[in-house]
């Protein structure tokens, strides 16, 4: 068994870069995610609640945020300002609305979840999870909150069935083998119009190279500035099916992405946010030697709470 390496640690001298801002005109948390990732911000000043229990709101996202919280990526950091948006936003709607910490109560918990809304049993979970952070949490509201929990629906919830998840695979990966397809004959009509054997006397395959040609350069199609100064596609581009059909000869469209997410689900068990941050870091165990194509894919799944 490998005796591992020591840890690195920070040079001498190194201060704990500030992330809690407070003040007359910010309430702010900054994030640095533990992937090595840019920081980011969760501006708290959109808070429709008086300043000192903003703050205190902003001391829970700073714990949560922290080394020791649950939510330590840049995506999972900046849904607790969801999260606290439908909370105030309920407590602003009652006739007196608490302005400090002390006065949360029961209360509070029982007219948030009568409130409802879509995400109300997710946001009990997430409102426990980053309010353990906050300083002196009121005893009376605490308890209610650490054991509140939205009754069941009567409609019952299942998964889709084997044969069900065949079918939506199978139509993923049809979806994707078609854009394939279309993108290697797009392909191949540029190759052929870059060396010539496209001719002139061909409208339509010349057209169409030329603007394979420009997409392929440009990142987009050619644009005119019409009578009424907006950016439009040029007539070239609508006569060969608008600027959605020509982009999409060379990439993906929307529902190509979409199947493409569908079946990474499918193929992975995932769920979507791990999928949508995925990084494309990977490398080659196949050495690119001729045998199957394989890829091992860089992937953070951080732990939500």
């Known amino acids: 068994m490998s005796a591992g390496r020591p840890a690195a640690l920070p040079a001498a001298g190194y201060v704990l870069p500030q992330r809690l801002f407070v003040g007359e005109s910010e309430c702010r948390v900054r994030v640095f995610p533990e992937d090595g990732g840019p920081p980011a911000d969760i501006d708290l000043m959109v808070l429709p609640v008086s300043r000192e229990l903003r703050e205190w709101l902003a001391v829970a996202a700073l714990g949560a945020t922290g080394p020791g919280g649950p939510r330590r990526s840049v995506a999972s950091a900046l849904d607790i300002l969801s999260i606290l948006k439908r909370f105030t936003r309920y407590l602003a709607t009652l006739q007196r609305p608490p302005t400090r910490p002390d006065q949360l109560g029961r209360v509070h918990v029982d007219g948030f979840i009568l409130a409802g809304g879509k995400w109300v049993h997710r946001d009990l979970g997430s409102l426990r999870s980053m309010l353990r952070f906050a300083p002196d949490p009121p005893v009376e509201f605490w308890a209610r909150l650490a054991q509140a929990a939205v009754p069941k629906s009567d409609g019952a919830v299942r998964s889709y069935s084997e044969a069900e998840f065949r079918r939506i695979t199978k139509t993923a990966r049809e979806q994707l083998r078609a854009a394939a397809r279309r ?29 394979l040609d420009y997409l392929d350069r440009h990142g987009d199609v050619p644009r005119q500035v019409d009578g009424r100064g907006r950016d439009v596609p040029t007539a070239l581009v609508m006569r060969h099916g608008g600027p959605n059909t020509v982009i999409g000869n060379l990439h993906l469209d929307y529902a190509d992405v979409a199947a493409a997410a569908v079946l990474l689900l499918c193929l992975t068990g995932q769920n979507l946010r791990v999928i949508d941050t995925a990084t494309t870091n990977h490398h080659r165990p196949d050495a690119h030697a001729g045998g199957p194509a394989t890829a091992v894919i860089e992937l953070v799944k951080p732990q939500y709470r």
């Open 183 to 211: 993108i290697r004959r797009a392909r191949e009509v540029l190759r052929w119009w870059r060396s010539g054997q496209i001719e002139r006397g061909d409208r339509a395959g010349w057209e169409q190279g030329w603007l």
